[in-house]
């Protein structure tokens, strides 16, 4: 219980930190599009900013996410099973996704790793943002992990 409530708080506080992100992205958008529009000038490298910035929001806010149950469930199917019948398709979907998770990390840490190249406007490494993939997904895994005992716990209560 200790660790579960020890990943949930890292969670919150790592969607916080990509949350502030929010608002300069917001403001460095509405920017450019003033610039553009009324004074026929961009910021230089706006574009550039947005993609690094929308990528450390989405990776930072995923594993959170998961922990409060936002993102896109389907039950039109699901809904029609026993409780046992939820909690075992719960277990399947948890493992595959933690196993799809995994490569997501791997991946990302290999290639964070190995990347070398800059961006073309602002000459911003890339590096820090490709191991973002990794922290974030390893992040997300975490809380599968967490799920899929929460799940595990269900299915014994339900067989009991």
Known sequence: MRIKRLIRRIN???????MCLLLPLMLLTTG???GRKFFAKTIPGAFEISQYLL???ILLGAAYTQQVKGHVGVDFITSRFSLRGRALCDIFTTLLSLFIIAILVWVGWIEGIKEKTVSDMLRIPQYPFRLLVSIGGFLLWLELLINLFEAVVRLKR???
């Open 158 to 160: 339900r067989t009991q």
């Open 32 to 34: 450019d599009v003033v």
């Open 12 to 18: 919150y506080y790592v969607c916080g930190g990509g």
């Open 55 to 57: 990528a450390v929001f």
